[in-house]
């Protein structure tokens, strides 16, 4: 079965999908997207996709803010991904990425009097950082842009140039991940994950106000800590030199689940391993993304795929 997308209403080979080079999007980043996870449990047989209807929520914020008018409701777009995921066929994890985009094919800098569409693609998709191991990572001399440039509470395309910078800069200077800070020296976010400290026993993250995207899962490990492990989590500014003593420290993200930071600015975090909150709080996250804890089943849309494989 080839890769499938859904592209100007319709499912196709992704192979078909293509957009032209004058498209407002590409020249000037005004679009927006989501990046969901679909995780194969073998056991149930089955594709369960995690929390699809608060990904779409948050695409329709992001295209609120750029102007993009989708004609699709929530249930409407998780019907659609569920449909196109059917179709792909796979029975393995995978990753999707809707994305709402300024379609017209014309030069000018400018949300208004341009078209809008919307496509969606999956593709298979393995470990993105190193969740057993732990991962190293630098405070990123990319400082994190304010709400009033980009606003980085949505994923616009145009402001992913920012994350990208942090990134490679830190893989080209030997560590795995970027931590950026706001403009203000606060601790904000990972190029493509949120931040959690474990300080003094608390659960420590950055607030919404520290330049961040409200993460899913971020706000997963929040519920889960609280729900399963009657711990509080503590929103509040966390200054850089608290990176440095704090006795755990995790990142969360769609990609990279929930990703253990043994080391930052060259400094161990504790004693350089993974910490016992942060074990915990992953396997939690892994059961319940996979479907493996009937209690938040909610959260997992199934896609079914062994009534279409039959
Ligand atoms: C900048 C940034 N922060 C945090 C996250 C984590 O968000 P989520 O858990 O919703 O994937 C992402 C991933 O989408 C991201 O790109």
Redesign the pocket.
């Known amino acids: 079965m080839p890769p499938y997308a859904y592209f100007q209403n319709q499912f196709l080979p992704l192979s078909e999908a293509k957009i032209g080079i004058m498209t407002h999007a590409f020249h000037y980043g005004t679009a927006c997207f989501?990046?969901i996870r679909g995780n194969w449990n073998a056991k149930d047989e089955e594709l369960y996709i995690f929390r699809c209807p608060e990904?779409y929520q948050?695409l329709l914020n992001s295209c609120k803010l750029l102007k993009i008018a989708l004609p699709h409701s929530i249930d409407k777009l998780c019907e659609l991904t569920i449909e196109l995921v059917q179709k792909s066929g796979y029975r393995e994890d995978i990753y999707i990425r809707p994305l709402a985009y300024k379609s017209s094919e014309l030069f000018g800098v400018r949300l208004h009097g341009l078209e809008d569409n919307f496509l969606i693609i999956v593709t298979t998709f393995g470990p993105y950082l190193d969740t057993e191991k732990g991962i190293r990572c630098c405070t990123s001399s990319w400082r994190r842009i304010d709400d009033n440039m980009i606003p980085?509470r949505c994923?616009i395309s145009g402001l992913?140039v920012n994350?990208a910078f942090a990134k490679t800069e830190a893989v080209e200077n030997g560590y795995d991940e970027a931590i950026m800070l706001t403009s203000d020296g606060h601790v904000s976010?990972?190029?493509?994950?949120?931040i959690f400290l474990v300080i003094d026993g608390q659960l420590v993250t950055p607030s919404c106000y520290d330049r961040?995207?409200?993460?899913?899962?971020?706000d997963?490990v929040i519920q889960l800590a609280k729900n399963e492990l009657g711990i509080e989590t503590v929103e509040r500014h966390i200054d850089r030199s608290e990176l440095y003593v704090a006795d755990e420290c995790f990142l969360?993200?769609?990609?990279?689940h929930v990703t253990p930071v043994v080391e930052i600015d060259n400094r161990k975090v504790s004693k350089g391993a993974p910490g016992k909150l942060t074990r915990e709080l992953q396997k939690l996250y892994f059961d319940v993304e996979c479907g493996r804890n009937k209690k938040y089943l909610h959260w997992c849309s199934s896609a079914c795929t062994k009534m279409v494989k039959t």
């Open positions: 989501e990046g990904h948050r980085p994923k992913y994350n976010e990972g190029s493509g994950e949120n961040i995207l409200m993460g899913i899962t971020r997963t969360t993200g769609t990609a990279a």
